[in-house]
Nanobody, 120 residues
Framework: QVQLVESGGGLVQSGGSLRLSCSASGRTFSFYAVAWFRQAPGKEREVVAGIRWASGTTNYADSVKGRFTISRDNAENTVDLQMNSLKPEDTAVYYC?????????????WGQGTQVTVSS
């Protein structure tokens, strides 16, 4: 059994910062990567940032590169997303997801999401 719980969402002004946290429980040793996704009304869900569980290798969407930082603490089973210089277009529900590597990377586990709203 695996559970992911997000926290840290809220309302912030444009240019401000928020730090999201994802707490994982269960068989976290099976994770290959953990990623943050977001979905805004009328838009498709998109990946924001990802991190390999073991190595710490990261990747970011071009839209957030240089502004967001993903990090993980394997011992604590947490993954954080530090969001700086927030823009109104960052407004979305943010989801934490964990993936396992089979023939391809598959995100099997998802949190409930946390709302991030950036006002202009």
């Amino acid at each position: 059994q695996v559970q992911l719980v997000e926290s840290g969402g809220g309302l912030v002004q444009s240019g401000g910062s928020l730090r999201l946290s994802c707490s994982a429980s269960g068989r976290t040793f099976s994770f290959y990567a953990v990623a943050w996704f977001r979905q805004a009304p009328g838009k498709e869900r998109e990946v924001v940032a990802g991190i390999r569980w073991a190595s710490g290798t990261t990747n970011y969407a071009d839209s957030v590169k240089g502004r967001f930082t993903i990090s993980r603490d394997n011992a604590e089973n947490t993954v954080d997303l530090q969001m700086n210089s927030l823009k109104p277009e960052d407004t979305a529900v943010y989801y934490c997801a964990a993936g396992v590597l089979r023939r391809t990377l598959e995100y099997d586990y998802w949190g409930q999401g946390t709302q991030v709203t950036v006002s202009s």
